[in-house]
Every structure is written in structure tokens, then in C-alpha cells.
């Protein structure tokens, strides 16, 4: 059997209809922003090995951290000991978060550190005697992560549906100014917290919220003794433009879980952050179990740490945030000009460097393409045969490209996107009913 031939034998992929899965594109090895497939062909990496990686592949800071902790020791456990970088890491990101928040607990995915926020939420508010704050709120079409818990707060459909007698019982509320102040107002008393995803709600389709709503989240919260949890898993580290989303609009959360992009892209990790607070409310006589019972089994690792330090690292020394402006305004230029005028294009929703291209077979009506016809992913396999690996959600085309993407990789992402859209949706007006998105 070739390798083509074990994977299909061997290995089940997530978010994938195996009935369909073909010929698997298999990566051997990357430079820069490119991943090379066993034959050596080679795929800018348009949305960054699914959204973390910051500095591209193989970049030498990266790789040499990771090596230098494997000299010393690649695992221990954070149960009973510490460990050098975990403890240096948790350091640097304290020192990088929005005010207020002073402790660290680490895991190792996004959904991991949603999980330890809705549980540490919910032991706090019994441990400072609000067992009656019980319940949480989130977004209309949320996406915290696969494990029950996440999906729980989750609120796509489409992947959640399905669990839902396994879930607990989550309000839920629209993003907008309007309804939280009216959700927060009827049910502020039975809350332990708002979770959000800060300024884009990124599997939900790189959905843009309307400004000033963050800010209002955290001040409904306050006022309402809610925790706000912010899940900056997606949006941390660069990604909307700033450090971190909540940046943009000065606040600070109760708990912030960080993951994705911590590691630079290298290895599992995640961080849920929390206020003193918070932290505070978890101290007591062993005896009195206000311990939080919770760890997982790589929880704080080395390796993963240490990529995470050398990450802040490059940050510093390669001015990663101040050199991407440019680059924003590059992808906003370029996708006004290629993309968004094209007849099949709903809307370009862009956040720094969070961009959705919203399909539709019809503009004019807003008409969507239907579900099977699964036109992003066939969008996603005409520019994968132009040298650009993109993943889309649904009808929505994402680009989430590294922050090291140079103007040149700007212009043959977007270019390939256009081309690919063009040729997949066809290029003028909208095709009659029935024939939409047919090659
Ligand atoms: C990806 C994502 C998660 C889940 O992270 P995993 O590492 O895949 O578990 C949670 N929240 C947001 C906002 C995400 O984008």
C-alpha cells in the first residue's frame, strides 16, 4: 500500500464525509508560508494549518526553542511539580493580557480551555455563594470547540444539532447591543457568565460584530454580576490586527481562553486566564474542596511552552503586529478590487487578517447555494490545483493567512481565490435557477 492507500485504510479525519474522501493531499514537509506535499509540490498555506500558524513553518526561532527544550526534558507533569518554560510562559502572557487578569491555567486545545472557563465559572459562583448563578449565555451561531461542554455554549447547527440531549441547557442571544441588554436585564440574576467570541465569530463564518458591542458586553456583564469570558482562541495572537481582540476595544474579560496561535502554530497548547478574583475564591483548607479538580494529562508542557515563549518572542523582536498593518490594508485593497465586485460574491467580511468570502447564487435575492452543493469546498479544490491550500465553512471561503505572508503571497492568495471563484460560480450575473455553482 502507498500512503495514499494507509490513509484511507487507517486514519478517520475530522469535520469529513469519509464516503468522499479521494485522493488525500499528504504534506511531507513546509518552508516559510508553503507546505510541500510528498511530491513535492508546494501550497501557500492560506489559512495558516487552520489558524495557527503566526510566523510560517520552519521558522528558525521556533524550531531551535523546540530543540533546546527537547535537550532538557520534553515532559512533565504540572500536577505535584512545575516545569521551567510553563512557568516563564504563564509570565509573559500575564504580562501581554488585557489588565486584571493574573493566573494561568494551562491545556491543550481551544475547547480544553472553554471547557476550564465554563467550570471554573461555575465552581466560582457557588464558592462565593451564588449557586443560584448557574446558567450560561452565548452568541447565536457561538463555536467554542468539540468536546460537550463547548458545544453545549456552540450554537451551529450543523455540527451541534445532533448532540444536543447529551448538552446543557444554554440561553442564547444575537450579537447585537440590543437583545444582550435585554437578555442580561431578564436572566442577569441566573448567570454565571456571557461567553463570546471577541469581534469575529470565526466558525460561524468570519461573522463581524457591530462596534462598540464588546465593550457594552463587559459593562452588561459588571453591571449584571456576570462573568464575561472571552474565547480568543481564534482571535488571539495577532490574528484581528492587535494582540488581542479585546484590545480593540479596551476592555478586559473574567476569563480569557487562549489556544491556536499560542504555540506559534507548533504544538498543543491552550490557556484559560482569569482575574485574582477569581483565582482567590478557589483558596481554602483542603477540606473545604474548593480545589478546581481539573488537569489534563499534558497540561503545561515543555516543548509546547517553550515554542510558545520563543512565539512572544518574535513578536517583540520581528514587530510582527506593526508590520502586519500594511498588510491588512494590502488584503482590503486587493479583495475590494478582485473579490468583492464578482457576481457570485455576497459579502467580504474582513478583520485584520480574519477574512470570510460569503458565496451566494444570487446577489441580487441573496438566493444561498444549497447545502450539497458544497460550493466552498469545491472553491477550496480549484485553488488548491492553483497552489493555495484554503479550508471554507460552509458557503463561506476563509482566508486566514500567516501574519509573516508576504505582498507578493498577498496578491497569488487573493488572485487564486478570484480565479477559483470565477471558475467554480462562474463569472457574470447570476446563473439561471437549478444550474447554480455546476461546472
Ligand atoms: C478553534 C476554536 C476552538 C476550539 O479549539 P480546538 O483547539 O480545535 O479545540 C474554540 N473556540 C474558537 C473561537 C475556535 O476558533
Known sequence: MNLSDKDKAYVWHPFTQMREWTEPLIIERAEGNELIDIDG???????????????????????????????????????????????????????????????????????????????????????????????????????????????????????????HPLLFHVLRVAPTLEALEHSLAAHGHELAALVIEPLVQGAAGMLLQPPGFLRAARELCRAHDVLLICDEVATGFGRTGTMFACEQEGISPDLLCLAKGISGGYLPLAATLVTDQIFGAFLGAQADKRTFFHGHTYTGNPLACAAGIASLDLFVRERVIERMQPKIARLAARLGEHIA????????????????????????????????????????????RRGVILRPLGPVVVLLPPLSITDEEIDRLVGAARESIVEVCGATGPLPAGQGGSQ
Open 41 to 163: 509540490r508546494r501550497y501557500l498555506d492560506g489559512v495558516s494549518s487552520l489558524w495557527v500558524s503566526i510566523h510560517g513553518h520552519r521558522k528558525r526561532e521556533l524550531d531551535d526553542a523546540v530543540r533546546a527544550q527537547l535537550d532538557k526534558v520534553a515532559h512533565s507533569t504540572l500536577l505535584g511539580l512545575s516545569n521551567v518554560p510553563s512557568i516563564e510562559l504563564a509570565e509573559r502572557l500575564i504580562k501581554i493580557a488585557p489588565p486584571g487578569l493574573g493566573k494561568v491555567f494551562y491545556s491543550d486545545s481551544g475547547s480544553t480551555a472553554v471547557e476550564v472557563a465554563l467550570k471554573i465559572a461555575f465552581q466560582y459562583q457557588r464558592q462565593r455563594g451564588r449557586a443560584d448563578k448557574r446558567k450560561f449565555l452565548a452568541l447565536t451561531d457561538a463555536y467554542h470547540g468539540d468536546t460537550v461542554g463547548a458545544v453545549s455554549v456552540g450554537g451551529i447547527d450543523l455540527f451541534h444539532e445532533i448532540f
Open 341 to 384: 465586485p464578482l457576481a457570485h460574491v455576497l459579502e467580504v467580511r474582513q478583520r485584520g487578517f480574519m477574512i470570510g468570502i460569503e458565496l451566494v447564487r444570487n446577489r441580487a435575492t441573496r438566493e444561498p447555494y444549497d447545502y450539497d452543493e458544497a460550493i466552498g469546498a469545491r472553491v477550496c479544490q480549484a485553488v488548491c
